[in-house]
């Protein structure tokens, strides 16, 4: 004979999941403009990534905080993991040929 187990054991419920968890810190990224030379630091949001067919195509861009030029720079496949997986805004670039 088998006991049944009494009805909700082992289940979580969403209030209980989620106690444990703190407010998420958003992720930086530390960056430099090669016009001014400033050195700081930027939130995903601050970042556009770009991906093409090419190591020429896909890059990286965002405004100098400091003195405003729009800057762009290449993006290699390390470059990509992490701007991606620190909630970078991704646009994804079709050959139109």
Request: overall charge positive; glycine content about 12%.
């Amino acid at each position: 004979m088998s006991e049944s187990p009494e009805p909700g054991a082992g289940e979580m419920t969403v209030a209980a999941a989620f106690a444990g968890m703190r407010r998420a810190v958003p992720v930086m990224f530390k960056a430099g403009c090669p016009d001014c030379r400033g050195r700081f630091e930027l939130a995903a949001s601050a970042l556009r990534l770009a991906i093409g067919g090419s190591s020429r195509t896909t890059f990286y861009s965002f405004t100098c905080p400091e003195c405003g030029v729009p800057v762009r720079k290449p993006a290699g496949e390390r470059i990509v993991e992490l701007l991606t997986g620190g909630g970078v805004r991704t646009l994804r670039l079709h050959s139109t040929v």
